[in-house]
């Protein structure tokens, strides 16, 4: 684990997001606290657990109150999409 001050982070980002790949960075600031440099991968969630089950249920109930959109028989969906850019 490699901890830096929020100073040395700024003087040298370069230098913590390479090694953040293969080591834990620890971030640290009098003012703000401690944090951990990250990398993100294209298989990691961007999205909170609780703001992804909001987005579900809130989809859900839509669909329940009929304000769902179907693709129409022998529609292509850039046909689609442009239907539904049209309706709002």
Do not use: C
């Not at 600031?29 to 440099?37: A, D, N, Q």
């Not at 987005?55 to 329940?64: F, H, L, N, Q, V």
């Amino acid at each position: 684990m490699v901890v830096v001050s929020s100073r040395e982070f700024r003087a040298n980002q370069r230098k913590y997001f390479t090694l953040a790949r293969s080591n834990d960075v620890v971030i640290t600031s009098r003012t703000h606290g401690s944090y951990r440099l990250v990398p993100v991968s294209l298989d990691d969630s961007l999205i909170d657990a609780a703001a992804l089950d909001a987005k579900i249920r809130r989809g859900i109930a839509e669909y329940e109150q009929g304000k769902a959109n179907w693709i129409r028989e022998g529609e292509s969906t850039d046909g689609f999409l442009a239907r539904m850019l049209e309706d709002k």
